[in-house]
Nanobody, 115 residues
Framework: QVQLVESGGGLVQAGGSLSLSCAAS????????SGWYRQAPGKQRELVAT???????RYQDSVKGRFTVSRDNAQNTVYLQMNSLKPEDTAVYFC?????????WGKGTLVTVSS
């Protein structure tokens, strides 16, 4: 089992920045992919950004150039730096880790961007 705990959400004005962190614990060896999804009210959960063990990063088109995902293996933590935030970025952000084909999720952290 992998446990994931997100932190760093909050309220920010449009154009501002927030940084999210996700600390992993438990059976963290061989996590092949880490990253972030989000779910806005009334919408489906969607991919935001992921990074694999080779350092290859993938972003949703709407966040490219504004968000940066990174992974610190020594700290077992994945980060999401969010700049130039927009009201449409408002959502609950979930951390994900994939290990041997199984996906693990954090409980989420709320990001609210006011206009």
């Amino acid at each position: 089992q992998v446990q994931l705990v997100e932190s760093g959400g909050g309220l920010v004005q449009a154009g501002g920045s927030l940084s999210l962190s996700c600390a992993a614990s438990g059976d963290i060896a061989s996590i092949s992919l880490s990253g972030w999804y989000r779910q806005a009210p009334g919408k489906q959960r969607e991919l935001v950004a992921t990074v694999d063990t080779n350092g290859i990063k993938r972003y949703q088109d709407s966040v490219k150039g504004r968000f940066t995902v990174s992974r610190d293996n020594a700290q077992n933590t994945v980060y999401l730096q969010m700049n130039s935030l927009k009201p449409e970025d408002t959502a609950v952000y979930f951390c994900i880790a994939i290990r041997f084909g199984a996906d693990y999720w954090g409980k989420g952290t709320l990001v609210t961007v006011s206009s």
